[in-house]
């Protein structure tokens, strides 16, 4: 697997689904991701609705109370290593479901190591992890030969983890098997309440179904506990002060680490980082535009080059439009026995394609062929997006990023009030978020019993933080903020038109080296 591979396969779910179906995901920059008190009052009239989530209450009576986050009041865990390939190692690590309770169940994740290649040159581990959130990291030291500079490889065990709720962590979240039927079913323009009111209640009932499958876990796999589970990991290790790169969601991963746990810190690299403090809707906005200014810039770049598969004579922006409204009015065929191509599932193909400009010629291509009516390319960036696999199953890594988006987010609307912000998408996105109905993600989810905490980094160090002028997902802009947040953040940006940085030059590789083996981080911004 390549670097490139990587950043296609890792970081997709990152986008907020808006565009998808009439319930939607915000930014993981809430954000990101991400308990009970699940019914809400709806301002659809006639809907015909499931009940709410009957999971028991849990008690939130100490929601925001802990304020230590040390996680000595558990014994130190152990790793029984076993070798999966060469120069490879897995195993399984035993962490509390609830740090609040010492009595707490326990949760299984699985962790893979890939050995340093030089016992002498070995500083310690390096924790990794890929993003979404939702996604299994152990694959980035399965693949670690490709991804990371054979200096980093020589220095660090490579120590990549399925957090909990995700990948072959045991267990892991189950919602649904039928994607078709939950998000590509959905106008996202609806005409009618009858229509309206059957997108809520497709809410409503995924809500309901993940909780009746995955309820004793989900209040519990927010961010948060994801960073005491990765100081559980550093004391099983048996490191005082341990490293650790993040990608994409990863960077927030890292940012609340170092947060909760900076005396703990020894390096930490933050690579496509979003802005960590934004709430929902600032968060959702700032994601937005950068698929949006990414749709124009690909839009532009065909309108310029006659050989573009959907030039158009040299109006592409002009014909997606219109390909967009033919598409809201009159969804295409696609493969047999799937769903026809709506306005929503296509613009999530076209985010998928602007993760990297490895896609657009792929994307010229299925515009192209959506113009004449075959909607089956459109559907392959679509699919790829969700992570569908050639025998038609899916991971579960969309099911844990819309449970993380939750458990992290403070914030809880109605449907009335979630519909009051569309104008702002509206009008922030037009192209990319065109929809008349708001995000529905967390309405029916109980209220969060552990918001993620506010970024700081105090006390961590330097952090370098990498960012991209062309990253639709986590837009430059927002990786400022993160190094605004930080209390010694540094930043390293990148001139790709890509999700993330790291492998694109030399120059930020040598960079990243630098820091994670000397600990010589930048000194001011540097330019790469």
């Known amino acids: 697997m390549t670097y490139a591979e990587v950043v296609k396969r890792s970081f997709s779910p990152l986008i907020a689904i808006v565009v998808t179906f009439g319930f939607a995901a915000s930014s993981c920059s809430s954000e990101s991701s991400s308990i009970d008190v699940v019914s809400q009052e709806t301002s659809v009239e006639n809907t015909d609705s499931t009940e709410a989530p009957s999971t028991e209450s849990p008690d939130t009576s100490s929601v925001g109370s802990n304020t230590t986050y040390s996680t000595s009041d558990f014994a130190t865990p152990t790793i029984s290593w076993d070798s999966c390939g060469s120069g490879l190692e897995c195993g399984y690590i035993e962490v509390p479901i609830n740090y ?105 009932e995924f809500t309901q179904t993940c909780f009746d499958n995955n309820g004793n876990l989900l209040p519990y796999v927010g961010t948060n506990n994801v960073a005491r589970d990765m100081d559980m990991i550093r004391r099983a290790l048996g490191e005082d002060k341990i490293s650790y790169f993040g990608f994409s969601y990863g960077s927030e991963l890292g940012a609340t680490w170092t947060t909760m746990f900076p005396e703990t810190v020894r390096a930490a690299v933050l690579d496509g980082a979003s802005d960590p403090n934004a709430d929902d809707l600032v968060g959702t906005l700032q994601q937005n535009k950068g698929f949006e200014e990414s749709i124009a810039t690909f839009l532009a770049s065909c309108s310029a080059n006659a050989s573009c598969a959907f030039n158009n004579d040299g109006n592409a922006e002009g014909a997606f439009d219109d390909l967009m409204e033919q598409l809201d009015e009159n969804p295409i065929s696609t493969s047999s026995g799937r769903p026809d191509l709506t306005r929503g599932m296509a613009l999530t193909a076209v985010a998928q394609a602007m993760y990297s400009d490895s896609y657009w010629s792929f994307l010229e291509d299925a515009l192209a062929l959506a113009q004449s009516g075959d909607g089956t390319d459109l559907l392959s960036l679509y699919d790829e997006y969700f992570q569908r696999q050639a025998d038609g199953t899916y991971g579960n890594e969309l099911e844990a990023f819309l449970n993380i988006l939750c458990a992290d987010s ?39 019993l552990d918001p993620r905490i506010n970024i700081t980094g105090k006390g961590a160090g330097p952090i370098v933080v990498i960012g991209t002028t062309g990253d639709a997902a986590t837009p430059l802009a927002s990786t400022r903020n993160m190094v605004k947040a930080l209390e010694q953040g540094r930043l390293i940006v990148v001139t790709a038109d890509q999700h993330t940085g790291y492998g694109v030059n030399s120059c930020v590789i040598d960079a990243v080296d630098n820091y994670l083996i000397d600990l010589q981080a930048p000194d001011g911004e540097l330019d790469c």
């Open 410 to 448: 403070p914030d809880r609307m109605t449907v009335e009030e979630a519909d009051e912000l569309v104008p702002q998408y509206q009008a922030n996105a037009p192209r990319f978020s065109p929809g008349t109905t708001g995000d529905y993600t967390c309405v029916f989810w109980p209220q969060a």
């Open 100 to 204: 609040d309770d010492v009595n707490s169940d326990t949760t299984a994740l699985y962790i893979v190591k890939h050995e340093a290649t030089d016992d002498n040159a070995r500083i310690g581990s390096l924790l990794v992890n890929p993003g979404g959130p939702g996604f299994g990291g152990s694959y980035l030291a399965e693949a670690a030969d490709n991804i990371y500079s054979p200096a980093i490889l020589s220095s660090f065990d490579i120590i990549g983890w399925d957090p909990r709720g995700t990948g072959n962590s045991i267990p892991a979240i189950d919602c649904t098997d039928d994607y078709d039927r939950f998000f590509a079913s959905g106008d996202m323009t609806p005409d009618t309440d009858q229509e309206r009111a059957a997108i809520v209640a497709s809410s409503e």
